[in-house]
């Protein structure tokens, strides 16, 4: 359940944009990882990066979104609250029970959903917004 990234999935911020397209590959990774028989720990371990890679992501677009004063950024940042809390769900279950097929599918239509979904509008709402902000140079550099 691979899922690559497209360019309609561009929000046109540069550093964001960058952000997105390693989260596609650090999810594609821990996919091929689980479906190439690399080993339990492998898998986990890139599950736990990917993890830590999202809430890098999520700091640093929450960063943007009080710098330029985004309107909808506690229900942006709730959303990513949300995510946060079911993929800590996943690993710990993918640490208790080992990576499966139904866990790692799990894992594959919550991730594939939330990016393709969450990037197409909540993210492009943001970057409206911050193509719009006088500040924008700043942040699409």
């Known amino acids: ?29 821990f996919f091929t990882a689980y479906h190439g028989g690399r080993g339990d720990e492998e ?5 736990g990066f990917l993890e830590e890679y999202m809430a890098t992501h999520f700091a640093d677009e929450e960063s943007l979104q009080k710098r330029v004063c985004f309107p909808d950024y506690q229900r942006h940042r709730e959303k990513h ?3 946060t809390c079911k993929v800590a769900e996943l690993k710990e279950r993918l640490y208790n029970e080992g990576p499966d097929h139904n866990l790692v599918t799990s894992a594959g239509l919550l991730m594939t959903g939330w990016l393709i979904e969450h990037i197409s509008v909540m993210d492009h709402a943001i970057a409206r917004y911050v193509k719009a902000s006088p500040i924008q140079d700043q942040h699409n550099t």
Do not use: P
């Open 1 to 29: 359940m691979k899922v690559e990234w497209q360019e309609y999935l561009s929000v046109g911020v540069e550093e964001i944009d960058r952000q997105h397209k390693l989260l596609f590959e650090k999810y594609n990774a």
């Open 43 to 47: 898998v986990i371990r890139l599950f």
């Open 81 to 83: 609250l949300e995510l």
